[in-house]
């Protein structure tokens, strides 16, 4: 069963506009969330990441909010770019087994 | 370092066949993870290892599938016998968690088509 979920497949925005990209989580015991950023024919690499004790992360375009009550968490890209395009998958971990359970992601198309 | 790195990049092989996969984690990574991506299901952890010892296999879709880590730099996810529905891209990731962050590396994966 799915225990990450990000129910956009697709989104579109473009350039300089905001890109707000969701994720909801069903296991409370989640200690950790991660953002990746993927392109084709590539491994995931890490983008950023925020722990259950924040409820905000910022490092320069991207930031991450987490809402535990609501088991919701969000990527903010701002500016968005071109560059930006790719699919992003959200992430969670508890701090027990540190293996990372994966949304099926999101497909970001800046256009210019 | 060169980061996670995974061989073969391809892999084409016919439905029957044993097909093997290998990773070379980072250099000081304790934890080495084998996902698999599918358009139906995204990526999904097959299977994990701390210290060379597997820690969760309940992934691994069946007994056709199994992963070894012979020692800290290796592993192998071997499918045998392959079956078309096994295609899929597989990938292969290390880290070192600290307190504060569970950041895996990734390999650029092997995407294996099961004729």
């Known amino acids: 069963d799915q225990q990450v979920k990000q129910n956009s497949p697709s989104l579109s925005v473009q350039e300089g506009r905001i890109s707000i990209l969701n994720c909801d989580y069903t296991?409370?015991?989640?200690?950790?969330f991660l953002w990746y950023k993927k392109y084709p024919a590539e491994g995931p690499t890490f983008l950023i990441s925020?722990?259950?004790?924040?409820d905000k992360n910022e490092d320069g375009r991207f930031t991450v909010f987490l809402n535990k009550s609501a088991k919701h968490l969000s990527l903010h890209i701002v500016p968005s770019q071109p560059g930006d395009s790719a699919v992003y998958f959200c992430?969670?971990?508890?701090?027990?087994?540190?293996?990372?359970?994966f949304g099926k992601g999101t497909s970001l198309l800046v256009t210019p | 370092d060169a980061g996670v790195i995974q061989s073969p990049r391809h892999e084409v092989t016919e439905m029957g066949q044993e097909v093997t996969l290998r990773c070379k984690p980072i250099?000081?990574?304790?934890?080495l993870f084998w996902y698999r991506q599918t358009m139906m299901r995204g990526l999904e952890l097959l299977i994990y290892?701390?210290?060379?010892?597997?820690?969760?296999d309940s992934g691994m879709p069946e007994d056709r599938f199994s992963a070894k880590m012979p020692n800290a730099s290796f592993s192998t996810l071997k499918i045998q016998p392959s079956e078309p529905r096994d295609s899929a891209v597989y990938f292969c990731?290390?880290?070192?968690?600290?307190?504060?962050?569970?950041?895996?590396?990734f390999g650029q994966g092997t995407r294996l088509t099961v004729v």
């Open positions: 990731a290390s880290s070192f968690p600290g307190i504060l962050n569970t950041e895996a590396f």
């Open positions: 296991n409370s015991m989640f200690d950790y």
């Open positions: 925020i722990s259950s004790i924040k």
């Open positions: 992430a969670a971990a508890t701090n027990s087994g540190y293996a990372l359970n």
């Open positions: 250099s000081g990574h304790d934890y």
């Open positions: 290892f701390n210290n060379n010892v597997p820690i969760d």
